[in-house]
């Protein structure tokens, strides 16, 4: 058969089809004639099986069985006959994990139930009237299911529902009116679904939202009233989506947002703008997007942010002022990038930073002044670059350093002087760098010792990890000295022969640690 032919075919049935609905069910034309609404003439292939697959799945829901609901006295002693785990005491039922292919007709379920529990079966639909009349119903869990559609009204009456969780399903669509009657709902969970967009005013009622999980999903647009009057929203998760722009409005009125989770989706770009209503916001996260440069004033609204993640992306150029506002600022991640050097003062704005991660990114070299306005820095991480070299005083801006991660870079060895300004450092990583061992690495190999020997006469039991305080640092060479550990090498070991290219060198090195 011809395609030609082949999609007249499929036609065929599909007006067969709703021809049949029409006669069965009202709600079955509405829902084929809204699909049709604004087609041309040309039918494709692909649009066929899309309508066909969207009737045939409606078609199912009608019929589900349904369990009885009502509201006689001693229904709950009659609850507990059936598969599910019913509770009194809490007005509770539970059919968790039951390998439930349909909603059990032979349970019945009390009208005053306040929580039901359909989570982790193996439902594929559920019928229009399997919640009707649940009116005190707060929390319903449908989770891990293999849900594909659900019928426009199937959550008409429920009116008093807090939370609604819809996690790992095949929710392929959600009808705009879904959630319309919903007006108490606080939490709903989306994540791990299909879904290929979010239609503008489904969130239109749903004005006491708190937290909003969509993460996990293939939606790669938002239209930009979509969460227009969720001004109590403070956890909007969309992680995990094909998102590739964002409207500068799209959050203009989640005023109080806490945390935005924005990783592993397609962003290129954040418009100026896009944040300025988040006053409220604690928690940033962007990682594993596309983003290839960061604008000043981005975060300039942010007065409250305390953890801001943009590691994974391609960001190669920052401006002075993109962390501007940023003062409680405690935790930066830029791994992964494509970062070579910073803008001179790019960390004046943000003086609570504690912990700043630049692992894997292409810095070649670091200068004094690069840390500047980080007195309260504990942790930085500069792992697997390319640094090949440090300026002495390169670390003067953070006296409270704790942990200095330099592993993996081009280092032959560090400059005199760059370890004292840190003098309450913890933790030190040094290894895989190709140390040069020769007189220039005397400073790091006495500074190594003398760590050592404080960690020994510290211990309780006056033993130490020689290897922990050496950093993991190994000669490379030269001669025979490749292999060894840095802090096994005394200053005559590495010195001998190169008395003349000693001076300057002596007043660096610690007197009692020379033996």
Request: glycine share 6%; net charge neutral.
């Amino acid at each position: 058969m011809s395609r030609r032919g082949l999609v007249k075919s499929s036609f065929v049935l599909f007006v067969l089809s709703i021809l049949w609905g029409i006669a069965v069910c009202p709600e079955i034309l509405r829902a084929c004639l809204e699909c049709n609404q604004g087609s041309g003439g040309d039918v494709k292939l692909e649009d066929v099986e899309s309508r066909v697959s969207r009737l045939e799945r409606r078609l199912r829901a009608m019929e589900q069985p349904v369990w009885e609901i009502r509201g006689w006295s001693g229904d709950w002693e009659l609850c507990a006959e059936g598969p599910c785990k019913c509770l009194p005491e809490t007005k509770s039922i539970s059919c968790w994990r039951q390998e439930l292919i349909d909603v059990p007709p032979t349970q019945l379920v009390p009208q005053d139930t306040l929580k039901i529990d359909l989570g982790s079966n193996e439902l594929s639909a559920l019928h229009r009237d399997t919640f009707q009349d649940l009116i005190h119903l707060r929390d319903l869990d449908l989770s891990n299911n293999m849900i594909e559609h659900l019928p426009l009204s199937i959550f008409y009456s429920l009116h008093s529902v807090t939370h609604l969780k819809l996690s790992k399903n095949l929710l392929r669509d959600l009808h705009q009116s879904q959630l319309l009657r919903m007006r108490n709902l606080q939490i709903l969970d989306l994540s791990s679904n299909k879904l290929v967009n979010l239609p503008d005013g489904l969130f239109i009622t749903n004005t006491v939202l708190y937290l909003l999980d969509v993460s996990s999903n293939r939606i790669a647009s938002l239209p930009s009233g979509i969460f227009y009057g969720l001004r109590d929203l403070e956890d909007l998760l969309f992680a995990k989506n094909h998102l590739a722009y964002l409207d500068v409005d799209v959050l203009k009125d989640l005023v109080s947002l806490k945390c935005i989770r924005l990783e592993e989706n397609r962003l290129r770009d954040i418009p100026v703008g896009l944040l300025d209503s988040q006053i409220n916001l604690v928690e940033l996260n962007l990682r594993d997007n596309r983003l290839v440069s960061l604008p000043a004033s981005l975060f300039s609204q942010l007065e409250r942010l305390t953890s801001l993640d943009l590691s994974s992306n391609l960001i190669s150029k920052m401006d002075r002022d993109a962390f501007r506002g940023l003062t409680a600022l405690r935790e930066l991640r830029l791994g992964r990038n494509h970062i070579k050097a910073f803008p001179k003062g790019i960390f004046l704005r943000t003086p609570s930073l504690q912990h700043l991660v630049l692992y894997a990114n292409a810095i070649e070299v670091l200068d004094d002044g690069d840390f500047q306005g980080l007195e309260n820095l504990t942790s930085l991480f500069l792992h697997s670059n390319r640094i090949r070299y440090l300026q002495a005083d390169v670390l003067k801006d953070t006296p409270n350093l704790k942990k200095l991660q330099l592993e993996g870079n081009h280092l032959q060895y560090l400059p005199g002087r760059f370890l004292d300004s840190v003098p309450i450092i913890q933790q030190l990583r040094l290894a895989r760098n190709p140390w040069h061992c020769d007189c220039q690495t005397a400073y790091l190999s006495m500074w190594l010792r003398k760590m050592y020997l404080s960690r020994v006469n510290g211990s309780t039991n006056g033993r130490g990890n020689f290897w922990e305080s050496g950093a993991g640092a190994v000669c490379r060479g030269p001669g025979t000295l490749g292999g060894k550990l840095v802090a096994e090498l005394s200053f005559y070991d590495l010195c001998e022969g190169q008395w003349a290219s000693m001076k300057g060198l002596a007043p660096r090195i610690p007197v009692d640690v020379l033996g």
